[in-house]
């Protein structure tokens, strides 16, 4: 091949390499309206708010705003989906792979392989890859972040908190204690009763989500292995047990139980025994702080975006305690020296 060829390909070889990077990053830049009940509007940058309507493409920079009793779907490139709730905003683009939520409810799935996504709400961002979620942002500056498939690694940028939110899991960031609280686990059947599921197409994760559900039903079945425990702690059944059955049969197969499937579990034992969700959670977050004395593999399941997938910090899985805020006098709080020339005075 001629040398002046090898100069023309070169550029285009650069060009092609770089491209699915570009693309990447851009997804997000645009996205298309797939549905609109009741009042949805576009609010272009600088100028007046206007309908919404289906097939029409919002591009970056502008918002979209939902009203009473409203809800709207959009779509992107990379097939992520965001669904918005009534009285919600939503700022389409920024920075990278980064969604704004202002206000208001919204689900998010982002497809498996199609380089993750971060959250960004108010104060806390989730960063994602190959997960559905639900969350809200309350006017309070509450901020509700639940896990329907997948994982999520939230981050509380200020004062350098970060947590691991599983499948089945909710975490809730409190403005007035400045961080976030420890993962409950929720009944995703309940949480599948949400507007932004029912009311739109099935989500492509449904069956990932049915997954889960079936998992944490598995807990509790006859003849399971928490049913045996609370059997052998003498009670007849785990709806009978007294709470000292249940959770003595409950600690024996926490214990033992893989340390994947512990939420599972957890989640499976509170909706048989609602009851007993504070005690249960509690023997669950003791048992994780002995088994994850340090940071484990399963805190290490987000990487360093590099054109594919979305970075996250080193995600441990359980809560960190935050060292709070110490605001230093700028006045001393001792008694100024005295010069041996002057003797303090007595009284």
């Known amino acids: 091949m001629e040398?002046?060829?090898?100069?023309?390909?070169?550029p285009i070889a650069l060009a092609l390499a770089n491209w699915p990077n570009q693309v990447a990053a851009a997804d997000f830049g645009e996205a298309q309206v797939t549905q609109v009940v009741q009042d949805v509007k576009v609010v272009p940058a600088g100028a007046a708010s206007r309908p919404a309507a289906v097939n029409e493409t919002i591009?970056?920079?502008?918002?979209?705003?939902t009203g009473v009793q409203s809800r709207s779907e959009l779509t992107f490139k990379d097939k992520t989906i965001t669904r918005l709730g009534e009285k919600s905003?939503?700022?389409?683009?920024?920075?990278?792979?980064?969604?704004?939520?202002?206000?208001?409810?919204?689900?998010?799935?982002?497809?498996?392989?199609?380089?993750?996504?971060?959250?960004?709400?108010g104060p806390v961002t989730a960063a994602i890859t190959g997960t559905t979620v639900?969350?809200?942002?309350?006017?309070?500056g509450i901020v509700e972040f639940t896990v329907l498939e997948g994982s999520a690694c939230m981050s509380l940028d200020r004062v350098g908190q970060t947590l691991q939110v599983n499948a089945g899991q909710m975490v809730v960031y409190d403005p007035l204690a400045m961080r976030l609280?420890?993962?409950?686990?929720?009944?995703l059947q309940e949480q599948l009763n949400s507007p932004l599921v029912t009311g739109f197409r099935p989500l492509p994760s449904s069956g990932l989500i049915q997954e889960t559900i079936e998992s944490q039903r598995q807990v509790v079945a006859p003849n399971s292995d928490l049913d045996r425990a609370v059997r052998a702690a003498g009670a007849a059944s785990i709806a009978t047990a007294t709470p000292d059955q249940f959770m003595q049969g409950f600690n024996s197969v926490l214990v033992s139980y893989p340390a994947s499937q512990v939420r599972t579990l957890v989640a499976g034992a509170i909706r048989a025994r609602p009851d007993l969700a504070d005690r249960i959670r509690a023997a669950a977050y003791s048992a994780r702080r002995v088994r994850y004395s340090g940071y484990s593999k399963d805190g290490k399941d987000f990487k360093e975006y590099k054109g594919k997938e979305?970075?996250?910090?080193?995600?441990?899985?359980?809560?960190q305690f935050v060292q709070p805020f110490i605001i230093t006098p700028l006045t001393p709080q001792f008694p100024p020296p005295v010069s041996p020339e002057q003797p303090p005075r007595g009284g």
């Open 181 to 187: 609280e420890n993962p409950v686990e929720v009944d």
């Open 89 to 121: 905003i939503f700022n389409v683009g920024g920075d990278g792979r980064t969604i704004d939520m202002g206000s208001g409810q919204f689900l998010l799935y982002v497809p498996k392989r199609a380089g993750g996504a971060k959250v960004k709400m």
């Open 134 to 140: 639900l969350g809200q942002v309350y006017p309070s």
């Open 3 to 10: 040398r002046g060829g090898i100069l023309l390909i070169a």
């Open 310 to 319: 979305i970075v996250a910090p080193e995600c441990p899985p359980t809560n």
């Open 59 to 65: 591009r970056q920079g502008n918002a979209v705003q």
